[in-house]
């Protein structure tokens, strides 16, 4: 996949945080991370307090903290410093609750304000925060609050009665459930807006420890059941000093994170992140809407904008006319994560908002951004980058007895050194899942990848993607980005079936492009496209079409999913699954 380098101008190497990437990889070390904070004032360490309270602390309690949008297009704007007192109040019901430090909470609501209130305040007070998609059914919600052991929940009257009442009393872990919206509360629960207008707006930040366990996030589903992965007050360094290499984040910039905090990404980078680092956060109540967030980049003058490359592809669907009556001249920066970002996407970022969009690479596990280019970087398409500074990555043969360095070019499996501070602690309950994780001083990220002459780093695939063909070892995002560049596909998720004589072959689904439909005469163009792209040997043999893709909330194609049904395999968990239209 050779795309020409995008070259950063000197202007905009000049205006990067860090404008000279190569000296930072040299010097970071993880405790200069904890200068960028200010520890509580009686010692220990706490997110919220880092995110919230140290801002006002500085002077800068004015400075706008989060503004909302609504669906129906109204706004809400709270200051650092109104932020402060809200999650005060919100700190104070959960200690009239009776809900102590180390007690775990669940949430469970859209992108509304209560929920980011509800987010810092439960850290504040010294609980565990664990948030969930609003849109999970009741079998999900009942799993997690189960493996995470909820003892509070935070969601809405409607979600409630719909989907947790009916349960509620077989969870003993469970005491109290508030409701946000509600004016007054049905039998066993706190009606929130009531309650926070009683609660006083100070509170004093618990004497949470660095490693006082803080989030718990389940992992998207993609390859299997969620793992609850947790991690402690200490990530916040991570998000501190990573928000500011990958992302370029400074004190009031206005900063736009589409993710949902019910996946890692929209919490990490949805709320701590751009806080720690002063920023203004853009939180948009409603769902991806091609009108809406060009007309929301525009008039919010949004100047660094974290999305996922399945919006991305949304966009390019929708072709670059439609972003044509925009005008996106405040972005500066532009950054993805979640899935493979096709070079297509990237080289499409220049062309429609004059920036390039920047791959980054993390899990859920490693709670922070492990892999990216820097805001003065160059960028090779297709590739993610270089792990940032303070984290070594490597790409290693697992298959023998000990692990062996792949050197340049050759496929392996991307690794960690651990030691930084956001990286998960324990997956809940899962001991033996956890400890596989760790060889020979490594984490294993069950991602496969390369690493070329310079260090970039280029995903080829999850392990249990790769496809092995007549000899070839082939990695799904490879053919994936080929087939995204026929005009006529919009999408693509590639897997292996079996073959007796080729071990397996490549079967590719597609969905297309607005004014093509499907044929057999499109369907042998884009065979012949991806076999001319990639040779006979990789080339899918067959492509389906499909009206979308199976996908989870976080907007990742689950490709096993694909491949089970094909071979007639059990589905196994399915609850993260979204659209699923064949
Ligand atoms: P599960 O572990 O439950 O199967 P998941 O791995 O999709 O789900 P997440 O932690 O949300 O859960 O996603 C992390 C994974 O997403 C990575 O391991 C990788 O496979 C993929 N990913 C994230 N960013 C990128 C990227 N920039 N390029 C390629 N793949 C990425
Ligand atoms: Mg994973």
Same mark, same amino acid.
């Given at each position: 996949?050779? !795309?020409?380098?995008?070259?950063?101008?000197?202007?905009?190497?000049?205006?990067?945080?860090?404008?000279?990437?190569?000296?930072?990889?040299? &010097?970071?070390?993880?405790?200069?991370?904890?200068?960028?904070?200010?520890?509580?004032? /009686?010692?220990?360490?706490?997110?919220?307090?880092?995110?919230?309270?140290?801002?006002?602390?500085?002077?800068?309690?004015?400075?706008?903290?989060?503004?909302?949008?609504?669906?129906?297009?109204?706004?809400?704007?709270?200051?650092? #410093?109104?932020?402060?007192?809200?999650?005060?109040?919100?700190?104070?019901?959960?200690?009239?609750? +009776?809900?102590?430090?180390?007690?775990?909470?669940?949430?469970?609501?859209? !992108?509304?304000?209560?929920?980011?209130? #509800?987010?810092?305040?439960?850290?504040?007070?010294?609980?565990?925060?664990?948030?969930?998609?609003? @849109?999970?059914?009741?079998?999900?919600? =009942?799993?997690?609050?189960?493996?995470?052991?909820?003892?509070?929940?935070?969601?809405?009257? &409607?979600?409630?009665?719909?989907?947790?009442?009916?349960?509620?009393?077989?969870?003993?872990?469970?005491?109290?459930?508030?409701?946000?919206? @509600?004016?007054?509360?049905?039998?066993?629960?706190? @009606?929130?807006?009531?309650?926070?207008?009683?609660?006083?707006?100070?509170?004093?930040? %618990?004497?949470?420890?660095?490693?006082?366990?803080?989030?718990?996030?389940?992992?998207?589903?993609? *390859? /299997?059941?969620?793992?609850?992965?947790?991690?402690?007050? $200490? @990530?916040?360094?991570?998000?501190?000093?990573?928000?500011?290499? #990958?992302?370029?984040?400074?004190?009031?910039?206005?900063?736009?994170?589409?993710?949902?905090?019910?996946?890692?990404?929209?919490?990490?980078?949805?709320?701590?992140?751009?806080?720690?680092?002063?920023?203004?956060?853009?939180?948009?109540? %409603?769902?991806?809407?091609?009108?809406?967030?060009?007309?929301?980049?525009?008039?919010?003058?949004?100047?660094?904008?974290?999305?996922?490359?399945?919006?991305?592809?949304?966009?390019?669907?929708?072709?670059?006319?439609?972003?044509?009556?925009?005008?996106?001249?405040?972005?500066?920066?532009?950054?993805?994560?979640?899935?493979?970002?096709?070079?297509? +996407?990237?080289?499409?970022?220049?062309?429609?908002?004059?920036?390039?969009?920047?791959?980054?690479?993390?899990?859920?596990?490693?709670?922070?951004?492990?892999?990216?280019?820097?805001?003065?970087? $160059?960028?090779?398409?297709?590739?993610?980058?270089?792990?940032?500074?303070?984290?070594?990555?490597?790409?290693? $043969?697992?298959?023998?007895?000990?692990?062996?360095?792949?050197?340049?070019?050759?496929?392996?499996?991307?690794?960690?050194?651990?030691?930084?501070?956001?990286?998960?602690?324990?997956?809940?309950?899962?001991?033996?899942?956890? %400890?596989?994780?760790?060889?020979?001083?490594?984490?294993?990220?069950?991602?496969?990848?390369? =690493?070329?002459?310079?260090?970039?780093?280029?995903?080829?695939?999850?392990?249990?993607?790769?496809?092995?063909?007549?000899?070839?070892?082939?990695?799904?995002?490879?053919?994936?980005?080929?087939?995204?560049?026929?005009?006529?596909?919009?999408?693509?998720?590639?897997?292996?079936?079996?073959?007796?004589?080729?071990?397996?072959?490549?079967?590719?689904?597609?969905?297309?492009?607005?004014?093509? *439909?499907?044929?057999? +005469?499109?369907? =042998?163009?884009?065979?012949?496209?991806?076999?001319?792209?990639?040779?006979?040997?990789?080339?899918? !043999?067959?492509?389906?079409?499909?009206?979308?893709?199976?996908?989870?909330?976080?907007?990742?194609?689950?490709?096993?999913?694909?491949?089970?049904?094909?071979?007639?395999?059990?589905?196994?968990?399915?609850? *993260?699954?979204?659209?699923?239209?064949?």
């Amino acid at each position: 996949m050779t !795309r020409d380098t995008i070259r950063k101008s000197e202007a905009d190497r000049r205006r990067a945080v860090l404008p000279d990437p190569a000296a930072t990889r040299q &010097s970071f070390r993880w405790e200069d991370a904890g200068a960028m904070l200010d520890g509580l004032p /009686g010692g220990g360490l706490n997110i919220a307090f880092e995110a919230v309270d140290r801002h006002v602390a500085h002077g800068d309690g004015e400075r706008l903290a989060l503004r909302w949008l609504g669906k129906d297009g109204s706004t809400r704007d709270l200051t650092y #410093a109104e932020l402060m007192r809200e999650t005060a109040r919100f700190a104070n019901v959960l200690r009239a609750h +009776g809900l102590q430090p180390g007690d775990r909470l669940l949430s469970l609501m859209g !992108r509304e304000v209560a929920l980011y209130v #509800a987010a810092l305040g439960t850290l504040k007070a010294g609980l565990v925060f664990s948030p969930l998609f609003s @849109a999970f059914g009741p079998e999900p919600i =009942r799993t997690r609050m189960e493996i995470g052991e909820a003892n509070a929940m935070v969601t809405t009257e &409607s979600i409630y009665r719909r989907k947790i009442a009916p349960w509620r009393h077989e969870i003993p872990s469970l005491r109290t459930v508030f409701l946000a919206d @509600a004016t007054a509360a049905p039998e066993g629960c706190v @009606a929130l807006g009531p309650a926070m207008a009683d609660a006083a707006d100070r509170f004093e930040v %618990a004497p949470t420890a660095p490693d006082d366990m803080a989030l718990i996030h389940f992992t998207s589903g993609t *390859t /299997g059941r969620p793992k609850g992965a947790v991690h402690v007050h $200490d @990530a916040v360094r991570a998000h501190a000093a990573t928000g500011r290499f #990958a992302l370029n984040l400074r004190p009031g910039a206005v900063y736009w994170c589409t993710a949902d905090p019910g996946w890692v990404t929209g919490t990490s980078y949805g709320i701590i992140s751009p806080l720690v680092n002063g920023a203004t956060m853009l939180v948009d109540e %409603a769902d991806f809407d091609l009108d809406r967030w060009y007309a929301t980049l525009e008039r919010e003058r949004v100047q660094i904008w974290y999305t996922a490359p399945t919006a991305i592809r949304m966009m390019m669907r929708a072709g670059v006319e439609a972003a044509q009556p925009y005008d996106f001249s405040a972005l500066e920066f532009l950054a993805s994560v979640g899935e493979p970002l096709n070079p297509e +996407g990237v080289v499409w970022g220049s062309e429609v908002f004059g920036r390039p969009f920047h791959d980054n690479w993390w899990q859920t596990e490693t709670g922070g951004i492990m892999i990216a280019n820097m805001a003065a970087e $160059d960028i090779r398409p297709g590739s993610m980058g270089r792990p940032l500074p303070g984290i070594t990555a490597g790409v290693v $043969d697992t298959s023998g007895k000990t692990l062996r360095d792949c050197p340049p070019g050759e496929i392996g499996e991307l690794a960690l050194r651990p030691g930084w501070p956001s990286m998960m602690r324990a997956y809940l309950n899962e001991p033996a899942r956890y %400890a596989k994780a760790f060889r020979d001083g490594w984490y294993l990220s069950g991602d496969l990848a390369m =690493r070329d002459a310079e260090g970039c780093f280029w995903f080829v695939g999850r392990a249990d993607d790769l496809i092995k063909s007549s000899g070839h070892l082939i990695g799904p995002f490879e053919v994936e980005s080929a087939l995204i560049e026929h005009p006529a596909v919009a999408e693509a998720g590639v897997i292996g079936l079996p073959d007796e004589t080729a071990g397996e072959v490549v079967r590719a689904y597609v969905s297309l492009n607005p004014g093509y *439909t499907p044929s057999e +005469g499109l369907e =042998r163009e884009i065979r012949g496209h991806a076999r001319k792209r990639l040779g006979a040997a990789v080339a899918p !043999r067959e492509v389906i079409f499909r009206n979308t893709l199976p996908k989870t909330r976080s907007g990742k194609i689950m490709r096993r999913l694909l491949k089970a049904r094909e071979l007639g395999l059990p589905e196994g968990d399915i609850s *993260t699954l979204e659209t699923d239209e064949t």
